[in-house]
């Protein structure tokens, strides 16, 4: 007899992708893939990380491969899952990093948890190419993310390109000694062992870049030159009083704000409580008294208060401080106010007059700590240039970063939303200020995530 065997099935049509591209693969990028994998069930989606250098994870924040480069912030504060808060301890123990949550990590682990982080959920629908982002151009279906080898349609694009590199020192030639990125390594250790060295900044990419310098240099000496000639304020040992700060609604002028700190810090100290569990205590309302103030209190805050707020809020590792307590000791380090006034190319090296009327000195590098370049119209980036250049995005008021809603959705030239355009991290610093730490950002990633999930995912076919 024979068999008859039934026909076989027809193949089942191929399911539509819905494409997010997420431009730039440091801590913002990785911490919003990951948001997109958990919160979508569509076997369509499909996520793009684009990272130039194809390693995600690092970016300029984690991007470090000097294991003295720590973490500004307690171990115990950096998961990248707010409603997971132990998450960060939890792997450093499991991967031989200690457990202690008061401790601060190097830069560098932090970036191997975000990539271990990713790489636990991802799946088929992740993707990571390597090569940079020349433009996203807004399409009648979405955007085409032209790279430097091929163009692809996205639905979304989430904007994750972090900091610029600083902006630059003016004046200074294309010269052997002009260093105008801190994070070049290789040039840094480069240098003489017995080095004269001008840091310009005296923040923490400036205390990273001594450490690097000093450490590896003996007989190096550093100068470290800033308007203030203030380093950041350290971290001390934890204490176990937390103070709620409070400020009065009507205090939405930044003298007034500085002014109820003030206070705050006085009422504190009265019990026994230190300055820094009153900036701490701030950090929840941070965000809404940006928020609150008029755009003129804004500037006035930039223009007054800035450095005194970055200072405390901004703070060293108690070792870090220690080290450069050290290096001041030993004569290696001297900190002080000015500015470069002049600079004379001496070929090699260069003469550095620090103020007018100042005796100059000779220098074997001038290195820019200046902090990151906010001013998107002056961005080096090509991908920037491109959408400033068309209006797709624009400076905010204050050209802190890119004009953004308060729910990360790209604002362009015209002061139009642009539909399935959004920003993460360091870019929205001038609509919500407080935008650069780890805490801000995850939240950030998850906000942005759940509205492209929302406005992309499509119903799951009933079988």
């Given at each position: ?171 200074l030639p294309d010269a052997p000694w002009h260093i105008g990125n801190p994070w070049e390594l290789g040039r840094l250790r480069a240098l003489p062992a017995d080095a004269r ?159 007018t009327g100042a005796e100059p000195f000779e220098a074997d590098a001038v290195v820019n700590c200046t902090g990151p370049l906010a001013d998107v119209r002056r961005s080096a ?83």
């Open positions: 007899m024979t068999s008859i065997q039934a026909p076989a099935p027809a193949p089942a049509p191929l399911t539509a992708r819905t494409r997010v591209a997420v431009i730039g693969g440091g801590a913002s990028g990785v911490l919003t893939a990951i948001n997109l994998l958990v919160r979508s069930d569509d076997p369509g989606l499909e996520v793009v990380i684009h990272e130039a250098s194809g390693i995600v994870g690092r970016g300029i924040a984690y991007g470090t491969n000097d294991r003295r480069h720590l973490l500004n912030v307690r171990a115990r504060h950096m998961s990248a899952f707010p409603d997971a808060p132990s998450d960060l301890l939890d792997w450093a123990l499991r991967t031989g990093r200690g457990s202690d949550p008061q401790a601060f990590l190097p830069r560098a682990d932090f970036a191997i948890y975000l990539q271990d982080r990713l790489a636990d959920v991802a799946d088929d629908r992740l993707r990571i190419r390597a090569g940079r982002v020349q433009d996203v151009i807004p399409t009648a279906t979405g955007f085409d993310v032209v790279t430097e080898r091929s163009t692809a349609p996205a639905d979304a694009v989430v904007l994750c390109h972090g900091n610029q590199p600083p902006r630059p020192l003016a004046g060295v001008v840091v310009v900044g005296t923040g923490l990419t400036a205390v990273d870049t001594v450490i690097t310098l000093l450490e590896d240099g003996p007989e190096r000496h550093v100068t470290m030159l800033s308007r203030s000639g203030v380093l950041p304020k350290p971290h001390v040992e934890q204490a176990h009083t937390a103070w709620v700060t409070k400020v009065p609604e009507d205090a939405v002028t930044a003298d007034a704000v500085a002014a109820a700190v003030a206070d705050e810090c006085r009422a504190a100290a009265e019990r026994g409580v230190g300055w820094r569990a009153v900036v701490d205590g701030l950090r929840p309302l941070t965000q809404e008294l940006w928020r609150r103030m008029p755009l003129d209190e804004r500037r006035r805050f930039l223009d007054v208060h800035v450095r005194d707020w970055e200072i405390r809020r901004h703070r060293m590792a108690p070792e870090v401080a220690l080290r450069l307590q050290r290096y001041r000791y030993d004569g290696r380090l001297t900190i002080r106010p000015g500015q470069l006034h002049e600079v004379a190319d001496l070929g090699e090296r260069c003469a550095v007059t620090p103020a980036d090509p991908l920037i240039q491109a959408l400033v250049a068309r209006g797709t995005v624009a400076p905010d008021p204050l050209a802190l970063g890119i004009d953004s809603t308060v729910d990360g959705r790209v604002v362009s030239a015209s002061g139009a939303v642009v539909d399935g355009l959004y920003v993460v991290g360091p870019p929205r610093k001038g609509t919500l200020w407080e935008s650069t730490a780890i805490p801000e950002i995850r939240a950030q990633a998850a906000q942005v995530a759940s509205a492209v999930v929302q406005r992309t995912s499509r119903p799951v076919a009933a079988n």
